[in-house]
C-alpha cells in the first residue's frame, strides 16, 4: 500500500491553505493538459499533504472550463492517495442554513458539458459509482467536525449542475422535489475521475446560501456566498489540520475499495488495446495493468 498523501481541493474562497511546512508551489504537466494552477505541497502535523485551488488562485476558472481530468492527474502524480473536496454549496433544505458543513454521499449529476473519464475508445473501463464517495475517509472527517463542534449533516445529496448561472425557482424547486440537500457546480466528473484514478475522495460541502426557492431568504449572489465562505475559512482550515493526522494514522487499503476500483473495470481486450491510450493513461492504469 503507497504512502498515505492527502490531497485538498480548494473551492470557491479557498485558494491557499495555512500551516504546511516545507511549503512549495509546483507546476505539474500531464497528458491532459494544464491543472488549474501549480499545486501546493508541503506537511501539516507530520502528514504529507497536497493542495490545489479548484478555480486556480484567483478563481480564473468557471465550473464548465475547468480541466479536472488534469487536476485529477496531477494530484495522483505527487503521490495523492485521499482527496478532501471542499465546496460552497447552495441549501435546498430549510434545515440546512448557511455555514453548515455537510459531509456528502450521494451525488446527482446534472452536467452535460464536460468530459468525464480518463478512458475511451481504444480503452473502456466502467467503475462502479454506487458510493460515490469514500466512507472511510467521510467517517474522519465526521470525528474531526465532531471534536471541533462544527455544526454538520453526516450524508446530503449534492445536485451538481452544468452552470455558470445559478438556478430558476422552477429548477431548484424540482431537485428539491427529488430529495437533493445542497446544490453545487463542481463535483462533478471531479468524483468520477477520483474513483477511475482509485483514490478515496470526499466533499465538506460549506452551505452559503438558500439558492432562490426560500420565500424568507433573498437569492443566491457571488457576495453572499463569499461573505459566508469568508466567515467560515477557519473552520474550514481547522478542518483540514484535524483531519491530517487523522488520515496519517489510517491504515491499510480502502475496504470500500476505492483504491482498487479499476480490478473489475477493464472491458476493453488486451490484443485490442490502443497503445497510445495505454501510454497516456499510464499513471491511472499502472496498478491494475502492470
Ligand atoms: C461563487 S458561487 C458558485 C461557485 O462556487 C462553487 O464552487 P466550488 O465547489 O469550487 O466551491 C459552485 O459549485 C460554483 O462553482
Ligand atoms: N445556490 C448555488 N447554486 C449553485 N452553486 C452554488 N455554490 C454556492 N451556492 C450555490
Given at each position: 500500500m503507497a504512502d498515505v498523501v492527502l490531497g485538498v481541493i480548494g473551492g470557491s474562497g479557498v485558494y491557499d491553505i495555512d500551516?504546511?511546512?516545507d511549503k512549495r508551489?509546483?507546476?505539474?504537466e500531464t497528458p491532459f493538459g494544464d491543472p488549474s494552477d501549480e499545486l501546493l505541497t508541503g506537511t501539516l502535523d507530520g502528514q504529507k499533504l497536497v493542495f490545489l485551488p479548484r478555480h486556480g488562485r484567483g478563481h480564473r476558472i468557471p465550473p464548465s472550463e475547468l480541466n479536472f481530468r488534469a487536476n485529477i492527474h496531477a494530484l495522483k502524480q505527487l503521490g495523492v492517495t485521499d482527496i478532501l473536496s471542499v465546496s460552497a454549496v447552495g441549501s435546498l433544505k430549510a434545515e440546512l442554513p448557511p455555514g453548515t458543513f455537510v459531509v456528502i454521499?450521494?451525488?446527482?449529476?446534472?452536467?452535460f458539458a464536460r468530459t468525464k473519464s480518463f478512458f475511451g475508445t481504444g480503452l473502456v473501463a466502467h467503475v462502479a459509482l454506487g458510493h460515490p464517495v469514500c466512507n472511510r475517509l467521510g467517517d474522519l472527517i465526521e470525528e474531526a467536525l465532531t471534536e471541533l463542534d462544527i455544526p454538520y449533516r453526516r450524508r446530503g445529496t449534492y445536485m451538481v449542475m452544468e452552470g455558470p448561472q445559478f438556478s430558476t425557482i422552477a429548477e431548484s424547486e424540482l431537485y428539491r422535489s427529488w430529495g437533493c440537500d445542497?446544490?453545487?457546480?463542481?463535483?462533478?466528473?471531479e468524483a468520477k475521475l477520483a474513483r477511475e484514478a482509485e483514490m478515496c475522495y470526499a466533499?465538506?460541502?460549506?452551505?452559503?446560501?438558500?439558492?432562490?426557492?426560500?420565500?424568507?431568504?433573498?437569492?443566491?449572489?457571488?457576495?453572499?456566498?463569499i461573505k459566508v465562505v469568508v466567515a467560515n475559512a477557519g473552520n474550514a482550515r481547522?478542518?483540514?489540520?484535524?483531519?491530517?493526522p487523522k488520515v496519517a494514522g489510517r491504515e491499510g487499503a480502502c475496504s470500500q475499495g476505492c483504491h482498487t476500483a479499476l480490478d473489475?473495470?477493464?472491458?476493453?481486450?488486451?490484443?485490442?488495446?490502443d497503445p497510445e491510450m495505454l501510454k497516456r493513461l499510464d499513471v491511472i492504469v499502472k496498478r491494475v495493468l502492470g
Open positions: 500551516g504546511l511546512s508551489w509546483v507546476r505539474v454521499d450521494q451525488f446527482i449529476d446534472r452536467t445542497v446544490i453545487g457546480m463542481t463535483n462533478m466528473p466533499t465538506v460541502a460549506m452551505v452559503t446560501d438558500f439558492d432562490c426557492w426560500h420565500p424568507d431568504h433573498d437569492h443566491v449572489t457571488v457576495d453572499a456566498v481547522s478542518l483540514v489540520s484535524r483531519l491530517a473489475n473495470a477493464i472491458m476493453t481486450a488486451p490484443g485490442h488495446r
